[in-house]
Each structure stands twice: as C-alpha cells, then as structure tokens.
C-alpha cells in the first residue's frame, strides 16, 4: 500500500475562488493510502515546494498527488520537487483542478465536488504507479534546415556560428527564397538583395554550412538527438564542382519560351538556367521537362559551348543519407493562387498583377530593368490602384484564408510609397479593410505614405474590377467613409494576395510527425512560452511556416530557433521520457498488429527462446520496443488484440483505475 | 474427391515432403467430424474423411502444427484459405512448414441442420447434383440443398483458394454473395428493436466459449476473458450486461481480422447467429475505408490497424467538419 500526499494549491484565486480548497483537502484525507493532505496558496512557490519536501520525508510518503493546474504547466516543477525529497519523481501525478475545473466552473459547490473526484482519480492512478528510470541516448552534433530562404540562412548561420554543422536543404537551384524576388524592404527601405546576398554568400562560404540545393527532404527516421534522413539530390545535368557559373549556355540555349519562374512567369528564360546573378551555388540547372537533349536527344548544344565540360546529361537523381540532431522547419510560405479571383480579373487581364510580380517590375533585376511598366502594352501607368486582403481575412470557407497574411499592409504601403516617390505623376490608391502596423516604425512608415507621399488611402474593398476594350481597368469599389460607391479608371491593379504555408510543409510535417493546425501551418509547442519549438521534440520552427511573418520577425525567430538548437546539441546526452510502451512477451502473440499502428516505427520483432509452461522450449515471435524511439502515444497499445503491450506510467490498469474512480459517486 | 486426396497424402507421406497430415476424421457419429492430424498411410486409410459435413475450418490448427518438426500437409477448402492468408499476416502459422492443397467446397451441412429438418438416423452423406442424399437407418432421404445448408454457406462469398501449393479439382471463383442482407435488415431496424433482437439471441448464452475457442482470429496466446489483469477475465455469463459484453468485447477484438468464415455461429450450441456481428463491422470497413477482405492476401494492411503517414490528424479531420 502506497503512503500518499495530498496537496492542494489554491493558486492564488484561479482555484481557490471557485474551489473550496479546504473540503477538497479534507475529503481527500480519508481516501484510501492517504497519510497527509492539506492546501496551500502557491504550491509551485519555494515555501510551497518546501511545503512537499518537508512532507515526505515527515510522513515517509511513497506517492505524491497534486491537485493544481494543468500537468502541462507544472508537472515538471513538481516532479523536480519530489526527486528533491528522495521520491521517483514518477510517483507524483497531478489532478488538474485548474484550467479543468475552477476555470470552467461558476458554482463553488459543483466545483468542489469535481476537483474532489478528479483529486480521488489521481489517488486511484498513483495507488499503481511504480517508479520509472528514463533512459539516456546520444546528440548527433548537427543540425539539418530545411529551407534555404531567408529564415533557413539565419538559422543556419546562427547554428554554425556556435560551431556545429549544419545542413541546409534548399529545394530550388539556389537558396535564398522569397526574399531574393522582393525589391526594397519595409520599414528602412534598404534594397533586399544588397542584404541577403552577402548571407547567402556567407553560407556558401562557412566551412560548418553544408548546402543541398535543388534537394528535398525523401525520408526522416529517428528522433530528438538521432535523427536519420534521406536526403533527394535532384538530378541538375551539371556537375556542380565543374560549373563556373559563366552563364555561356544559358545564352546559347535554343529553347527561349520558357516562364521565367523567378520573375513569376513576367518574363522567359531557356531550358539551361541560372535563375538569377546571384544564386549560391551558382550553377546552371537543366529542366528536364523542357530541354530537347533530354526529351528527344537531339541537340546538346550546352555541352558543345561549356568550356567546363560540366553538363552531364545522363545525371541521376541522387539518395543521400545523413545524421542530425536537431531538425530546424524553415519552408517557408507562398501567395495564393489568384486564378479564382474573376471579380479582379486577374487572369482576365495581364495588368491585373500580384504584389510579388508588382516586386518583380519594379525590381532592377526583374523584367522591365526596374522601370514600372504596364505587361500589356509596355506604357507607363498613370493610376495604380492596390486592393489589400485579397484571399485574407476572408470569411469564405475554400476561397481565401480566415487569418490576416500580416506583411501585406506594410508592403502594400511601401509599394505605393515607392511609386509615388519614382513616379510623381501616378495617382495612388489602396484599398483596405484595416491597416495593421504594430511594429517598430511601422505606423510611421504607413503615415509617411499617407501624408507625405499623397497616396490615397480609402477603407472599403474593391468589388469589381472590369477590363475594358480602350485597355483601362475599371474599378468599382466603395468608400465606407464617406458611405459613397467609387469609379477609378485604372491602369494597373496590385492585388495584395495572402500568403499560406508551402505546399510541400504538409507531406514534411508528417514524416516529421510535427502537428500542423487547420490552415498547414506548423504548431509550436506553446503558443507564448516555447514559440519555436514544434511539440515533438527536436523539431524547431522558423520563419513563415509558423504562421505570417515579415523580415524582421522570421530572422529574429530564425535566432531563436538556432539558439534552442544550439542548446541541444551543446548536450552530450539527452534524458529520454519512461513512459513508453512494453510487451508482455509472455501474452504478445507476434502479429505485428502494433507495428502497423506506430507512427514513429518503434517496434519491431524477434524470434525468442521460451521455456513454456510444460517444460517445452519454445520459439516465439514477440514484439521489442526500441526505447528511444518510443514516444509513448499508446496506439498499440490500442491495437494490441491481447493487451500485451503496455505503456509505462499510463498502464491500462492505471487508466481503469482512474475511469473508476471517476465512476465511484 | 476423399479418395484423391488420400492418394495425394499417401503420396506426399511416402515421398517424405510431409511427415504429417491435417484433415478431418468421423467422430461417434457420421455427421460428427474432428480435425485430425494423420501420420501414417494406415491412420489415413482407417480415419481419414472428406464429406458433405466437413466443415470445421482447419486453419487454425496450423498455428500450432506449422511449428512442431517437419512440414505438414493441409487440405484448405476455400473459405479455410482465407484464414490461413489471414493467420500467416499475423505472422501466427509458419508458412514454410505448411503444405497447402486445396479442395472444392460445395457447401458442408452438419447433424444440427439435418436433424432440425427432420432427418434421424444418419448414416451418411453424398451430393448429386444441388442436393444432399442422406442415407439414414430409415432409407435414403433426398434434400435440397438450398433447404439443408448453413446460412453461412448460403451466402457463400467465395469458391476461390486465396492460397494454395496444389489444387485438387477446379479453380472456383469469388462470387457475389448476399452475405451483407441479413446485416441491413437489422440495420433498418430501431435501436430498440435491433436491441431486443440482440437481447433475444444473446440472452441464450451460457459463456461456453466455443465461439471463441474455434475463431481463427482469436488466436492469442493469452486470452483477454482468461488474463486476470485484464479486469474481464472469469466473468460468467450471470447478467444481460456480461452476456452482451462478452460478445461485443469479442467482435471488437476480431473486427477487421475476420475472414467471415462462420465457424462462431457453426459450433454455437445455442444456436446464436454470432457471425452477424463480424459481418456488420466488416460491411462497416467496406464502407468507411474502401473494399477490404480479410484474408484476401498477406501484404495489405488492415484499414483498422494501420498507420499511414497521409492519415488525417484528428484536429483537421474535426477542425474541417469531420469530412476527410
């Protein structure tokens, strides 16, 4: 029989105000193995951990029930405490009478009664508890980034700063991402390729950065420490360690039509490519879908002009296997597809653009040299009109996205500002639902728009936008402060598209068994408290693929995020948690039932020797349980037809216990 | 057929490829068939049968002989294949110590049957045709088959060998059985209906185990209803709340493992139609996750025992309406 403790906190008020700590405590008293009981203001304080380390060893307590907040809260605290007292700090467990009791509940007498019974289950549940030991496993001491944008490079550079190595996988021929495309940045308007580009060079250059470029992600084993992963070399056709990067095939190329995807299809490039001056690595990249040599055979006219000999046209892809400790997301976003949006006319009309393709014209290296120019005719435009919250905010479930895109108001500001600046002549317009400017220089950024640049700001959207036959754009739209309906003759429209999570985040979170919320972006492990973190562990979240970010937010979280993994691997060991699954081998049957259903690939099996009952010897097929791969989930232990396998701390007979106690009225 | 096959297990035995035999012989009476292992010529000439009432599925004899010394030979009629596909998935019979040969099925009756049409005395048994003749002490007595046949053979839901080494006779076909009618029947019924109608037959339960003891799917090594820790062991089948569990417990347990071959519902001696509880949840899977037959093959996964990597996350599934 177990010598239990109870202690219940008052949580300041958060309890004790809906809570009759005292009944709870009393009650608690008389159940049985209860030897001590009381409550206290602040249990998770110092006197009140006192409180906890004085009891057991006054009371030669063997389990400890706390009836306080959430497990998720404290229980970390707690169990430090009880292992302070010379208890297995998984003799403890933890009624939540916090967020699942006095928070929910108005009536004291109700809530009492629950946090009485929810106190009874953890008593039940401790009754069985046995102590548990966690188990060590080593750190691989390197890091993988997935994502070669701006948040991969800063996490990456961050990472082999402190001196470890780091991989950064980049699924483009260059790194660099969304960041390389855009003209000035917001609020200082320094030019964004004069900041990014000594970074990516910093990248190439660190000894400690290892660059997969055109690479993805094929397959991720393992878990916090050791992770294995399968690496995807795509198949360039050019030996990268030959490429100059001269660019001569590049311009011999015949193949002359192709969508040029770094300038979003505003202009062609060949079939040979470098997408842009400044790529790391700097080397051409064949596609294959478009180039005669590999689709017919005929030509070659590349490897006739490289002086290199680098193009390699019987080029495979490449599996490449590598061992990393940390694993940092960092994929990135897109904007939506605009195709759907008719009321715009966005594939009606060419001069109907989104803002990364206005980024692209306005740019020096873009289409038109950097001289904002209408894709239609090629005539300089006299009315801009910017529609804001496309696709955002939006409250149509399967067109747009319910959440605000948050980069979008201030670029949106820095466009019009940039072209009232380059072209006095234009008459500006913006159209938005609310202007969001919470950061540091921001609202003065978007006033200067506002008042020093003339750009008229109208709250109100845009509800159609026709393009006439004279190649005008008309613009119907409403001002809500003025309560008038507008007509605006435009020559252009900006349309500010929301941005979602890359398409390939969703496939990556699952073989990282990361959780993602409804809208594909990744989860962190506490929304305030451990913001880059994913919750499995050694999964580390930076940049956009957590959600909205501008510049400054991605690189301040990319530093985050290379700090806690830095703090990783700075380990030589990791402590593993007890509580994971074990078969009874006597009862397991072998039928791999629970393989099946083990999302991270635990268990496996071995022929075993047995000395049956009657006296025989036996080989029997049962399940092994590799521990540090083991998350303690407790799908098979679900799947188990025979209940053989069980999970530690979490016991099938714990749980009935515990559903017991919550019966017993 | 009974005398090919004892020419191919007299060959099989003399050869030395098999050092043993798994069939079925005659109990005290006709009609009353045990699986049996033979091990020589002369126990296969005195016992060995194969008749209109062999219907005990032999498969789940092989998980215990497919790992004693030397191989064995096993007779499968179709229905049998299935389990056995289904046992060597679960990785419970050895395949390399069994060979299979498999024989026609055209539908096996049992003494029960038979006598609840009236039929005393038997003596033995033969088809002609899409009838039974059943020679008894009181002369030959002729019925149709449609008329002296189990439901389960009935809705027959394949003549096929999922799996064989050998085939003695022709290859059958899967056929398009309506296995599924009696299921939608009581589907269509109300909860209290469908409940009394349950209540009704499983009232009758005395907790023999017989259902469970013949399943080839409940082939564990230790049973949940005879493992203490389990808090279900030792329950007898004293209240409506234990008879129902018992059964409900066991469907569950089964659910997507069972082959459907009705051996629960053949050896019940109360005469429960068990089967018809697997058969719900397997209509069930086919509905929710797509066509799956268990025991169909060895290398597909269980839609309910499985985990995909593009599974849906419940918080999507849910966040999105519950549409997948």
Redesign the interface.
């Known amino acids: 029989m177990q010598r239990i403790g109870v202690f219940v906190c008052w949580c300041g008020s958060n309890i004790a105000a809906t809570v009759d700590v005292n009944a709870v405590s009393e009650a608690l008293a008389h159940e049985p193995g209860v030897v001590f009981s009381t409550n206290y203001q602040y249990m998770c304080s110092e006197s009140g951990q006192n409180l906890i380390k004085d009891a057991i060893k006054e009371h030669q307590l063997t389990g400890v029930v706390i009836c306080s907040c959430s497990p998720r809260m404290h229980e970390a605290t707690f169990r430090k405490t009880v292992a302070a007292a010379g208890l297995n700090s998984y003799m403890l467990e933890i009624a939540n009478i916090r967020e699942q009791c006095s928070w929910i509940h108005k009536d004291k007498a109700e809530a009492t009664e629950k946090a009485i019974i929810l106190g009874r289950a953890a008593i039940a549940k401790v009754q069985l508890n046995a102590p548990l030991t966690p188990g060590t496993s080593p750190v691989t001491k390197r890091a993988l980034v997935i994502g070669g944008g701006i948040a991969g490079i800063q996490t990456a550079l961050d990472i082999a700063d402190a001196g470890f190595e780091v991989d950064i996988v980049e699924k483009q021929p260059t790194i660099g991402g969304k960041m390389t495309q855009i003209d000035k940045t917001f609020p200082t308007l320094d030019c964004a390729a004069c900041i990014l580009t000594p970074k990516m060079v910093d990248c190439a250059q660190n000894e400690k950065i290892n660059i997969f470029a055109y690479s993805e992600v094929e397959e991720v084993k393992g878990f916090v420490g050791s992770f294995t992963v399968k690496i995807k070399k795509k198949a360039r056709y050019v030996d990268p360690v030959k490429c100059t990067g001269c660019g001569e095939c590049t311009e011999k190329c015949p193949m002359k039509k192709i969508p040029n995807e770094f300038n979003l299809g505003l202009d062609t490039r060949r079939a040979i490519y470098i997408p842009f001056a400044q790529a790391v690595p700097k080397v051409a990249t064949i596609d294959p879908d478009h180039c005669n040599m590999l689709k017919n055979g005929k030509c070659g006219l590349c490897a006739k002009v490289c002086s290199a000999g680098a193009i390699d046209y019987k080029q495979k892809d490449e599996i490449v296997e590598r061992e990393y400790g940390a694993i940092v997301v960092a994929t990135g976003y897109n904007p939506i597809k605009l195709d759907d949006y008719d009321e715009y006319a966005y594939a009606q009309s060419k001069d109907v653009v989104s803002s990364l393709e206005f980024e692209r014209l306005t740019n020096a290296a873009g289409p038109t040299g950097g001289t904002l120019l209408r894709p239609s005719d090629g005539k300089h435009p006299h009315t801009i009109v910017f529609v804001q919250c496309v696709g955002s905010r939006c409250s149509n479930e399967g067109k747009g996205k319910s959440y605000c895109s948050k980069i979008c108001c201030m670029y949106t500001a820095k466009h019009a500002m940039l072209t009232r600046e380059k072209y006095p002549d234009t008459d500006v317009y913006v159209f938005y639902i609310d202007v969001r400017s919470p950061g540091k220089n921001y609202d003065e950024f978007y006033r200067r728009a506002v008042e020093e640049y003339g750009v008229h700001y109208i709250k109100g959207m845009v509800g159609k936008v026709v393009p006439r036959s004279d190649g005008k754009l008309l613009v119907q739209a409403s001002d809500l402060l003025a309560n008038e309906q507008l007509h605006i003759e435009a020559d252009m429209v900006v349309l500010a598209a929301a941005i979602e999570p890359d398409k390939s985040a969703r496939p990556l979170a699952t073989m990282l068994t990361a959780s993602m919320d409804t809208n594909d972006f990744f989860t962190e492990a506490h929304a305030k408290l451990r913001p880059v973190e994913s919750p499995t562990a050694g999964i580390f979240l930076s940049g956009a693929c957590q959600g909205p970010k501008d510049i400054p937010d991605t690189v301040a979280q990319a530093g985050a995020a290379a700090s806690k993994v830095i703090g990783l691997l700075a380990k030589d060991k990791l402590t593993g948690n007890p509580c994971i699954a074990h078969p009874d081998e006597w009862m397991c049957n072998g039928c791999s039932s629970c393989e099946k259903v083990c999302p991270y690939g635990a268990i496996s099996y071995v022929d075993k020797e047995f000395r049956m009952p009657d006296r025989t010897t036996a080989i029997r097929r049962v399940a092994v349980v590799n521990e540090a791969v083991c998350q303690g989930c407790g799908a098979c232990t679900v799947a188990c037809p025979s209940g053989a396998m069980d999970l530690k701390g979490f016991s099938n007979s714990q749980i009935m216990a515990e559903v017991d106690a919550l019966c017993k009225m | 057929m009974q005398e090919m096959m004892i020419a191919k297990a007299k060959e099989l035995l003399g050869s030395g490829a098999v050092n043993r035999v798994l069939g079925w012989k005659t109990g005290e009476f006709v009609y009353d068939i045990t699986p049996a292992v033979f091990t020589s010529v002369e126990e296969l000439e005195k016992d060995f049968v194969y008749n209109d009432f062999c219907g005990n599925n032999l498969s789940k004899y092989l998980i215990k002989e497919s ?1 004693k010394e030397g191989k064995i030979l096993a007779f499968l009629k179709p229905c049998d294949t299935y389990s056995f596909n289904q046992l060597l ?4 019979i050895l395949r390399d110590n069994v060979y299979v040969v498999g024989v026609p099925c055209e539908g096996k009756t049992d003494g029960e049957t038979l006598k609840a049409k009236g039929v005393k005395g038997i003596l033995g048994i033969r088809t002609e045709g899409d009838s039974f003749v059943v020679d008894t002490l009181y002369g030959e007595k002729t019925l149709a088959k449609a008329d002296a046949l189990p439901e389960r053979c009935l809705s027959c839901k394949s003549k096929k060998h999922m799996v064989y080494d050998e085939l003695l006779g022709p290859e059958g076909e899967v056929l398009d059985s309506h296995r599924f009618d009696m299921v939608e029947k009581i589907e269509k019924m109300t909860p209290d209906e469908r409940f009394e109608f349950w209540r009704g037959e499983l009232s009758r339960c005395i907790r023999c185990n017989a259902c469970r003891n013949v399943c080839p799917a409940c ?6 209803f005879d ?1 203490d ?3 279900i062991a030792q329950k007898a089948a004293a209240d409506s709340f234990e008879e129902n569990m018992f059964h409900i417990i066991r469907a569950f ?2 659910a997507g ?1 069972c082959t459907d071959c009705g051996e629960c519902s053949r050896v019940c001696p109360q005469n429960i139609p068990l089967h018809l509880l697997n058969r719900k949840f397997i209509k069930d899977i086919d509905t929710f996750y797509g066509e799956y037959q268990a025991g169909e093959d060895t290398t597909t ?2 839609p309910l ?3 995909d ?2 599974d849906v ?1 419940p ?2 599934v849910y ?2 309406g519950g549409k997948k």
């Open positions: 790992r998935k679960e990785h419970r082939s564990c090594e230790k049973c949940v493992n820790a389990s808090g347990h089964v493992r996964r269980a025992t499985n985990y990597p593009g996350e918080s999507i966040g999105k």
